[in-house]
């Protein structure tokens, strides 16, 4: 029999969209047990009631949101702060060294105080190691980590595509251009008039243009990273009359020399062995109705030779991958349970 470890783990934000996610996706996982879920307006309720998917799951219909006091918190091995952004710092500040943190939100994940500045605003928490395993060199800075910054949804799928390409050298590092689509999710729970149903439905549309939108900096720093030189960007975003999902592509001018084939090359080398990056085949084309639900980014790359640029799109669940999935898989490697535990790569279809 597989003696498992039994890790008491507390979720604030749970009444949130990725704090509903993580639930679902701890519900099933073998080592990690629930013991506390965390909100604010929402304290004192059955968390079945902001979160009726998890109905079917006794541990989460026993539970009861509660505030979310740091005291509380400390008594948990793991704690997930899925949090608005800015809330997360004064309570890690307040967890002892030897618990494991993972954030949801953008707290540490910039190490630059002067971006941080820029995009947010206000003081500057610090950073942790960014929880993108995927990245070259960051698996290691995961395994065991006691504190991890887990990335945001566009950055994910941005640097999944194009870190690889960035690392081989294949194209440059100052002319990339991302349009990218995301499901209303992505933008929480919280009511606002643009993600009024009569607003969403049936359109898509630009918003946060020009350099404005605050993944710049995040997206900047980890292909910078890979690339070992500085790298910028120009990033549009667009909502997408969908619950979930994000549909990133990016485009960047190819080096004198490249091929498509080493475009192919490059994505395969890295992503070959593993479990949740999926480089499709050829002709193949990422959607988001794939990735549904899983924690898989899928990736396809081409090379447009009428105007000299890389074409690589990434698919994945801005939910899964792209915020809770991508938490539970760096949580296995601060724990170093295996990287793959509690999470599917497979997504529902259609
Ligand atoms: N949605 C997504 O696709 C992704 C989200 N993230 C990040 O995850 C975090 C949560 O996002 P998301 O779930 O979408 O947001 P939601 O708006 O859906 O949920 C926010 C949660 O935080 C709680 N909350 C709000 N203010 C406070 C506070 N002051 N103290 C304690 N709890 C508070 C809310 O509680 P209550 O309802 O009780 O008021 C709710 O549970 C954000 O940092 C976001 O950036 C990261 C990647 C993707
Ligand atoms: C559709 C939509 O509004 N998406 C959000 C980002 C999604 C996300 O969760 O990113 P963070 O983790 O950094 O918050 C936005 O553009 O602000």
Redesign the pocket.
């Given at each position: 029999m597989v003696e498992r470890m039994g890790i008491s783990v507390a979720v604030?934000?749970?009444?949130?969209?990725?704090?509903g996610e993580l639930l679902r996706l701890l519900a099933g996982h073998p080592d990690f047990e629930v013991r506390r879920v965390?909100?604010?307006?929402?304290?004192g309720t059955p968390l079945v009631q902001?979160q009726p998917h998890l109905v079917g799951s006794p541990g989460a219909s026993a539970l009861t949101?509660e505030a979310?006091d740091p005291a509380r918190l400390a008594e948990a091995d793991l704690v997930f702060l899925?949090?608005?952004?800015g809330?997360s710092a004064a309570i890690a500040a307040e967890l002892p060294d030897s618990t494991v943190v993972v954030d949801?939100?953008?707290d540490f994940r910039l190490a630059d105080p002067d971006a941080w500045a820029s995009y947010y605003g206000g003081t500057h928490a610090g950073s942790w190691p960014y929880g993108l395993p995927e990245l070259p060199g960051q698996r290691a800075a995961l395994q065991g980590a006691r504190r991890i910054a887990?990335p945001?949804?566009y950055p994910t799928s941005v640097a999944l595509g194009l870190a690889p390409l960035l690392a081989a050298g294949l194209v440059e590092p100052d002319d990339v251009v991302v349009v990218a689509a995301s499901g209303t999710?992505?933008?929480?729970?919280?009511p606002k008039q643009n993600l009024l149903g009569s607003e969403v439905m049936g359109a898509v549309s630009a918003y946060s243009a020009g350099g404005v939108h605050r993944h710049t900096p995040e997206m900047e720093q980890s292909l910078s990273a890979a690339a070992g030189t500085r790298v910028t960007l120009g990033f549009t975003p667009l909502l997408a009359p969908m619950a979930r999902g994000i549909l990133a592509t990016t485009t960047a001018r190819l080096r004198p020399g490249a091929t498509a084939a080493q475009l192919r090359a490059a994505l395969a080398t890295a992503y070959d062995s593993e479990p949740f990056v999926h480089l499709l085949p050829e002709g193949s084309w990422p959607s988001t109705a794939s990735t549904l639900g899983s924690n898989s980014a899928h990736v396809q790359v081409a090379a447009d030779e009428h105007v000299g640029r890389a074409v690589v799109t990434v698919a994945l669940d801005?939910?899964c991958k792209?915020?809770a999935g991508q938490a539970v898989q760096c949580a296995n490697l601060a724990f170093g349970l295996p990287e793959t535990t509690g999470l599917s790569a497979l997504g529902v279809a259609p």
């Open positions: 604030t934000g749970a009444s949130g969209y990725a704090g965390t909100g604010a307006s929402s304290a902001s949101l979310t899925a949090l608005p952004h809330q949801l939100g953008a887990a945001g949804c999710s992505g933008a929480g729970r919280a801005n939910l792209g915020a």
